[in-house]
């Protein structure tokens, strides 16, 4: 059983910066594609920031340069540092575990950037 645990979320004024957490439980961990999205009120779940293979990772352009996704295979965690935070970056942010085909979610986290 997969299951995806954030923490780190809160608020923050603008230029601040915050590192959001995923402990994952299950095995082989370091096997899994890991991602960060997040969801604004009134808009689509997006793509913030994961890996496509072992140690590349991607980004969604309006984060670039901004946030870094890191993991920890030790610790079955990947970590999300967000910094120079904008406003428009308020969102749920949710991490994502593709496992062997399947898609799992945490439960989310709430950002919120006071301009």
């Known amino acids: 059983q997969v299951q995806l645990v954030e923490s780190g979320g809160g608020l923050v004024q603008a230029g601040g910066s915050l590192r959001l957490s995923c402990v994952a439980s299950?095995?082989?961990?370091?096997?899994?594609?890991m991602g960060w999205y997040r969801q604004a009120p009134g808009k689509q779940r997006e793509l913030v920031a994961g890996f496509t293979s072992a140690y590349i990772t991607t980004y969604a352009d309006s984060v670039k340069g901004r946030f870094t996704i890191d993991r920890d295979n030790s610790k079955n965690t990947v970590y999300l540092q967000m910094n120079s935070l904008k406003p428009e970056d308020t969102a749920v942010y949710y991490c994502h575990a593709e496992v062997l085909g399947m898609n799992y979610w945490g439960k989310g986290t709430l950002v919120t950037v006071s301009s």
């Open positions: 299950g095995s082989i961990f370091s096997m899994w594609l």
